[in-house]
T-cell receptor, first 114, second 113 residues
Framework: GAGVSQSPSNKVTEKGKDVELRCDPI?????LYWYRQSLGQGLEFLIY????????KSGLPSDRFSAERTGGSVSTLTIQRTQQEDSAVYLC????????????FGPGTRLTVL | QQPVQSPQAVILREGEDAVINCSSS?????VHWYRQKHGEAPVFLMI?????EQMRHEKISASFNEKKQQSSLYLTASQLSYSGTYFC??????????????FGTGTRLQVTL
């Protein structure tokens, strides 16, 4: 596809359930990022993947959050035992390797934990 | 540490100019600027790198004052399409990489007729 895609676009779940969010980056982009945006807030960094290097997980808020990237392409963000404070829009972005490049964001997944 | 953006919100008439500032408490390696329209994903505008030149995207330009650890976004002759929330993202110099940008809380810009 032409851009970053994410699925599902909306997810409503009950507190305590696990959820999986998917991101399909732009073809050829070696870097992939996950961010979280709460209502009216800025973008909170979660995790960064670059090629085959070990991911930078320093932004993950708790051990209930994990992410993987298979084959250097598609990524899945998993949230276990969801809490109401996990409700937010989860945004994925990808970019080419390098410092002078911008990030291309997907449309996001709106997660609502009841 | 999160950069501080100012103003938090601004309303302009079409054709007017505006400046959005982004300040960090840390020495910066790079500054990114993004615009997000309501209900949409952020869209990349430009990057400013340490030692780099002032950048421009259409009638929007930006500067990076390394000594002041500050970047400014200049919107000239604003158009209705400029409406949205503008975010700066900063990468501190001690990391030497922009892998983990820290974003400000955004500046909400509304352009009216």
């Amino acid at each position: 596809g032409a851009g970053v895609s994410q699925s599902p676009s909306n997810k409503v779940t009950e507190k305590g359930k696990d959820v999986e969010l998917r991101c399909d980056p732009i073809s050829g982009h070696t870097a992939l990022y996950w961010y979280r945006q709460s209502l009216g807030q800025g973008l909170e960094f979660l995790i960064y993947f670059q090629g085959n290097s070990a991911p930078d997980k320093s932004g993950l808020p708790s051990d209930r959050f994990s992410a993987e990237r298979t084959g250097g392409s598609v990524s899945t963000l998993t949230i276990q035992r969801t809490q109401q404070e996990d409700s937010a829009v989860y945004l994925c972005a990808s970019s080419l390797r390098g410092e002078g490049v911008g990030r291309f964001f997907g449309p996001g997944t709106r997660l609502t934990v009841l | 540490q999160q950069p501080v953006q100012s103003p938090q919100a601004v309303i302009l008439r079409e054709g007017e100019d505006a400046v959005i500032n982004c300040s960090s408490s840390k020495a910066l390696y790079s500054v990114h600027w993004y615009r997000q329209k309501h209900g949409e994903a952020p869209v990349f505008l430009m990057i400013l790198l340490k030692g780099g030149e002032q950048m421009r995207h259409e009638k929007i330009s930006a500067s990076f004052n390394e000594k002041k650890q500050q970047s400014s976004l200049y919107l000239t002759a604003s158009q209705l399409s400029y409406s949205g929330t503008y975010f700066c993202g900063t990468a501190p110099i001690n990391t030497g990489t922009a892998s983990k940008l820290t974003f400000g809380t955004g500046t909400r810009l509304q352009v009216t007729l």
